[in-house]
């Protein structure tokens, strides 16, 4: 069983910077693969990035491509999400999973955290 919980998300202009943090419990947070996940009002849950358990493979979606960065520290249990030069269209509910490989869809994840709210001012 593992428990995620994020933190970091705030209001930032257009062309800002943030950086996401999710912090698990639980001993066998290194075996697992984790990702980043977003919610806009009225749209779907729609996948950001994923990682690997080691933090050697790293996949993101085109939308975030060259913008954001995933990584982790396993010994820290923690995943991060740096995110630079938001858009407004980056505005959502941000929410960390964790499965057992770097899945783009959600349904593959078995656990999720509560989500943190990122709002991006134009």
């Known amino acids: 069983q593992v428990q995620l919980v994020e933190s970091g998300g705030g209001l930032v202009q257009a062309g800002g910077s943030l950086r996401l943090s999710c912090a698990a419990s639980?001993?066998?947070?290194?075996?697992?693969?984790m990702a980043w996940f977003r919610q806009a009002p009225g749209k779907e849950r729609e996948f950001v990035s994923a990682?690997?358990?080691?933090?050697?493979?790293?996949y993101y979606a085109d939308s975030v491509k060259g913008r954001f960065t995933i990584s982790r520290d396993n010994a820290k249990n923690t995943v991060y999400l740096q995110m630079n030069s938001l858009k407004p269209e980056d505005t959502a509910v941000y929410y960390c999973a964790g499965a057992s490989y770097y899945y783009t869809s959600r349904t593959k994840y078995d656990y999720w955290g509560q989500g943190t709210q990122v709002t991006v001012s134009s």
């Open positions: 990682i690997n358990w080691s933090g050697g493979m790293t």
């Open positions: 639980g001993r066998t947070f290194s075996s697992y693969a």
